[in-house]
């Protein structure tokens, strides 16, 4: 166990949706990475958020988003979805902005029907 | 450039022997290394990590050894055993950078 937690761990939706993925860092890490993995692209850098601030962003779509909340719990925000969205989505979470050292939760599985 | 190309995509391996798993990158400009170990319906887990200014670093059964002239780095799993079955994804990070750019992965399964 990480100590990053994800919900939810399961997610079907249907096209056109939003859907909210939330994830809890490890206790005392401020920086939070967002990650899409697929059988087709493999695991890409979305977002990542140190201490509240958007810090580096990947290949994010401009249908998604993210934020860091005060008490440093992430949300990112997928809407207008289509059935190439679906995927997993790991949240990883680590003390530095650096990107080095990151412990990653156990992803949110997202259908798009 | 941003690539980091893995191979082999799968490898097979009996209980006992050596698992070698291979990553190449064009950036010169990464400047750390780490492999992460995912079962299925985990997240990855940091295994181990290296920086360019060291060949070869160890930790129990698994060693990465660095090549910077050839831009190549390889995960060696030394005594493989089953509860080692599992994808290993190399990866990068450029200097001055936060993200991870990541190898497709192999999937390896240690035959008892």
């Known amino acids: 166990d990480s100590g990053v937690t994800q919900t939810p761990k399961h997610l079907i939706t249907a096209t056109g949706q939003r859907v909210t993925l939330r994830c809890s860092p490890r206790s005392g890490d401020l920086s939070v990475y967002w990650y899409q993995q697929s059988l087709d692209q493999g695991l890409q850098f979305l977002i990542q958020y140190y201490n509240g601030e958007e810090r580096a962003k990947g290949n994010i779509l401009e249908r998604f988003s993210a934020q860091q909340f005060p008490d440093l719990h992430s949300e990112l925000n997928l809407s207008s979805l289509e059935l190439g969205d679906s995927a997993l989505y790991f949240c990883?979470?680590?003390?530095?902005?650096?990107?080095?050292?990151?412990?990653f939760g156990p992803g949110t599985r997202l259908t798009v029907l | 450039q941003q690539q980091v190309k893995q191979s082999p995509q799968s490898l097979i391996v009996q209980k006992g022997g050596i698992s070698i798993i291979n990553c190449a990158y064009e950036n010169t400009a990464f400047d750390y290394f780490p492999w992460y170990q995912q079962f299925p319906g985990k997240g990855p887990a940091l295994l181990i990590a290296i920086r360019p200014d060291v060949s070869e670093k160890k930790e129990g059964r698994f060693t990465i050894s660095f090549n910077k002239s050839a831009k190549q780095f390889s995960l060696h799993i030394m005594d493989s055993q089953p509860g080692d079955s599992a994808t290993y994804f190399c990866a990068a990070r450029t200097q001055g950078a936060q993200k991870l750019v990541f190898g497709q992965g192999t999937r390896l399964t240690i035959n008892p």
């Open positions: 990883a979470s680590s003390v530095e902005a650096s990107g080095t050292q990151q412990f």
